[in-house]
């Protein structure tokens, strides 16, 4: 999926590829295809489509998938739709933007 985008580069998601035994289950439930198998292993192929929703980490067998769940770039796009903002993570002391933080 490459249409929709969230901040872009902040993304918590993280695949630590020793634990990774491709199984594959990660790339089945990521709704927006993030994560893809290359090589035997789960890669990350669009960072900043993940809206963090932690399907991925949780169904992850081995544990390989790490994500925060329900926060970061999704939160930012929904914070910012409600304030009539550009979207923003919330990570930013004085919330300047993402490319002043993160």
Do not use: Q, W
């Not at 999926?1 to 990660?26: F, H, Q, S, W």
């Not at 991925?56 to 930012?76: F, L, R």
């Amino acid at each position: 999926m490459t249409e929709l985008k969230y901040i872009p580069g902040v993304a918590t998601l993280e695949i630590n590829d020793a634990r990774c035994v491709g199984c594959g289950i990660c790339e089945i439930v990521c709704p927006h295809e993030v994560i893809h198998l290359n090589d035997g292993k789960a890669r990350i192929f669009d960072l900043d489509a993940c809206m963090e929703c932690g399907a991925c980490a949780k169904n992850c067998p081995t544990e390989a998938i790490a994500v925060s769940a329900g926060v970061g770039c999704a939160t930012g796009v929904i914070i910012g739709a409600l304030r009539g903002t550009e979207p923003t993570c919330g990570c930013c002391k004085d919330e300047a933007g993402p490319a002043e933080c993160c």
